[in-house]
């Protein structure tokens, strides 16, 4: 493993996308939270930079993910909070959160064991769009 893979430790600068990270509270950054008072939250394996998923987060999901170390979302179908993986076992253990230059959007950093996709997928972005794709036949996208 060369010095540009090697994991950062406590005394090296952190970095995201070959620029500094300023390590901040929320209180110095509030996060702005839609009208619903959600935030977007895409979550990224940390290392490979994998999208896993994007999920929503509001004030209290985002305070249980900061403060327990595992990603805590609000499921707007079930109108509740969830913890990624505590039904499948695969918990998603949190490596840090980073907040966009407007603070309205999420990047969270985990370390992700298995699937990230209800479907079983490792992603839940498994599928391309193409212009003329309308001819393949549809798949069954859900693993068993």
């Known amino acids: 493993m060369d ?4 994991p ?9 996308a070959g620029e500094k990270v300023e ?25 490979t930079g994998e999208v896993l998923m994007v999920a929503w987060m509001n ?7 900061l403060t327990t ?22 918990i998603q253990h949190v490596k840090r959160v980073l907040v966009d230059c407007d603070a309205d ?5 985990v370390d992700s064991p298995g699937p990230a ?7 839940c972005f498994f599928r391309e769009l193409a212009a003329g794709a309308n001819e393949a036949p549809a798949q069954d996208t859900t693993r068993r």
Do not use: M
Not at 3 to 6: F, I, L
Not at 8 to 16: G, I, L, M, N, V
Not at 59 to 65: A, D, H, I, K, W
């Open 8 to 16: 950062q430790t406590a005394t090296e600068p952190r970095a995201y």
């Open 117 to 123: 996709c209800h479907t079983g997928h490792r992603s």
């Open 23 to 47: 390590l901040t509270s929320l209180e110095a950054i509030p996060v702005k939270f839609d009208s619903r008072g959600l935030v977007p939250a895409v979550v990224q394996q940390a290392g």
């Open 3 to 6: 010095a540009s893979q090697s």
């Open 69 to 90: 170390g595992t990603t805590w979302f609000w499921s707007r179908s079930r109108q509740e909070l969830w913890n990624k993986g505590a039904t499948s076992g695969n």
């Open 59 to 65: 004030e209290e999901s985002l305070g249980l993910t």
């Open 105 to 109: 959007t999420l990047l969270v950093e």
